[in-house]
């Protein structure tokens, strides 16, 4: 059964870290594309950053310079750092996995996703 699961998330002050960890069981994604994407109350899901299997990335610009996401293809893993977190990406992170790989994807969600984590931060 291919499941994504994600851990990490939980409350940090404004300018605190986080690091969110997402393991995929099932399958390998190891040539695909995987991506963190979160959703804040009332507002639509948005991409936050997403990962080829070759290593190239593209994030939302409301976090590019403060989060960076990278993979364990070994382990099936993908990460999302956050730094200077700021109370606007107080959301749920959701892990998403695709079933393709590279660039020209990166604007289209996979179709598995994790069950999501919390991610609070405090003014």
């Known amino acids: 059964q291919l499941q994504l699961v994600e851990s990490g998330g939980g409350l940090v002050q404004a300018g605190g870290s986080l690091r969110l960890s997402c393991a995929a069981s099932?399958?390998?994604?190891?040539?695909?594309?995987m991506g963190w994407y979160r959703q804040a109350p009332g507002k639509q899901r948005e991409l936050v950053a997403v990962?080829?299997?070759?290593?190239?990335?593209k994030y939302a610009n409301s976090v590019k310079g403060r989060f960076t996401i990278s993979r364990d293809n070994a382990k099936n893993m993908v990460f999302l750092q956050l730094n200077s977190l700021k109370p606007e990406d107080t959301a749920v992170y959701y892990c998403?996995?695709?079933?393709?790989?590279?660039?020209?994807?990166?604007?289209?969600?996979?179709?598995?996703w994790g069950q999501g984590t919390q991610v609070t931060v405090s003014s």
């Open positions: 998403n996995a695709a079933l393709y790989s590279g660039s020209a994807y990166f604007n289209t969600p996979g179709r598995y």
């Open positions: 099932g399958r390998s994604f190891s040539s695909n594309n």
């Open positions: 990962i080829s299997s070759g290593g190239s990335t």
